[in-house]
């Protein structure tokens, strides 16, 4: 069992920056696929980031998002640069099969999510 919990949502400028965090508490974190998911208001959740046995990120976001991991603190970030608009969205945290394609992976365990607003 691995319980995920996001945090460092917020309002931000466009243009603006911030960095999620993803803390995983239970065993053999690094055993997991990790992925970023978002869900926009009256959108499906989707495909935002992830880091397994390689690294994958949406289209849409390559470039200005980076994924990084700490496996001795059981923590997975979400660096988001150059922010839009298009951007808001609750991003979840997610952990699955390391042995898959992350981008398509089936996440085993959710996070709550984490809200980020981005003004114009």
């Known amino acids: 069992q691995v319980q995920l919990v996001e945090s460092g949502g917020g309002l931000v400028q466009a243009g603006g920056s911030m960095r999620l965090s993803c803390a995983a508490s239970?065993?053999?974190?690094?055993?997991?696929?990790m992925g970023w998911y978002g869900q926009a208001p009256g959108k499906e959740r989707e495909f935002v980031a992830g880091?397994?046995?390689?690294?994958d990120y949406a289209g849409s976001v390559k470039g200005r998002f980076t994924i990084s991991r700490d496996n001795a603190k059981h923590t997975v970030y979400l660096q988001l640069n150059s922010l839009t608009p298009e951007d808001t969205a609750a991003y979840y945290c997610a952990a699955g099969n390391l042995f898959t394609r992350v981008a398509t992976m089936s996440p085993s365990y959710w996070g709550q999510g984490t809200q980020v607003t981005v003004s114009s």
């Open positions: 239970g065993r053999a974190f690094s055993s997991y696929a």
């Open positions: 880091s397994g046995l390689c690294t």
